[in-house]
């Protein structure tokens, strides 16, 4: 089934979100808890799967809600259908810092693989399945595990990535090493294998880890600056890990409060 043609408009620098224009009988399809706001005459059908029209059957509906359970996405999607006679717009937000990148399908020949949790929402006809690593070194210390996130189609769909993001456009036979948080998404032709960095003194103590991607073309490929997961290790890094409020400023002036409000508290009277 080929994708309803959409018009869109991206909002934002650090918290994006992008808006959908919607003719009238057009829909598209989001990912559950991403809609934004909507003008009323659109209708929300909440489905059980991707939304995808070759999902035939409940067999079928079963399988693409498998297939996004086991990205680790929810069984549902829900669909937003334009039911006026003129053009509505419905907005979907980011989930985290970062940019949306509108992804044409039919330009990057129908395919394209992600990270699990990237997908935003898409315009309808949009198949969302799973890509399945091949080797096993890349499925156990590739980042993102054996299972990618594969959207098939051949119209907008709209996926999300951490921070700044840059595309790099692979030769045949060019190599690209990146971190393995950092890769987005990337055409099928790209080749994805995992590289150990080589030196055990720069693997325990470089901060990089011990595998990096080695990407190597022909295709296109997107990186993001900052991981969600480098971003929540950072912010747990950061927050208090025995209760209460942290303080900011010295560690002397740290001990000194701690003293004496631990002095007030316990009823000191010297």
Not at 138 to 155: R, S, V, Y
């Amino acid at each position: 089934m080929a994708m309803d043609v959409v018009d869109y408009e991206i909002k934002g620098a650090e918290m994006q979100f992008v808006e959908v224009e919607l003719d009238p009988g057009e829909a598209a399809i989001g990912e559950a808890g991403s809609m934004m706001f909507m003008d009323a005459g659109i209708s929300m059908d909440t489905v059980f799967g991707d939304g995808s029209a070759n999902q035939g059957g409940f067999f079928g509906k079963l399988l693409g809600a498998g297939k996004r359970l086991v990205t680790g996405e929810s069984l549902f999607t829900t669909i937003y259908t334009n039911n006026a006679s003129s053009k509505l717009r419905v907005a979907f937000a980011a989930p985290y810092p970062g940019k949306i990148l509108p992804m044409d399908l039919g330009k990057l020949g129908g395919t394209l693989i992600c990270q699990k949790d990237a997908f935003l929402c898409a315009a309808r006809g949009v198949s969302l399945g799973i890509a399945l690593q091949k080797k096993l070194s890349t499925g156990f210390f590739g980042g993102e595990g054996f299972i990618m996130q594969k959207l098939d189609g051949d119209g907008l769909a709209f996926v999300h990535a951490g921070g700044t993001v840059v595309r790099r456009t692979l030769q045949p036979g060019q190599t690209l090493l990146v971190d393995t948080g950092c890769v987005v998404a990337y055409t099928p032709d790209v080749s994805f294998e995992i590289q150990y960095v080589g030196k055990i003194k720069t693997a325990l103590f470089g901060g990089e880890g011990l595998f990096l991607a080695q990407m190597t073309g022909p295709g296109e490929v997107w990186l993001q600056s900052l991981p969600f997961s480098r971003l929540a290790s950072r912010i747990f890094a950061a927050a208090p890990q025995n209760g209460g409020r942290r303080e900011e400023g010295s560690v002397l002036g740290g001990f000194a409060a701690g003293g004496l409000l631990g002095g007030v508290l316990g009823g000191d009277d010297d």
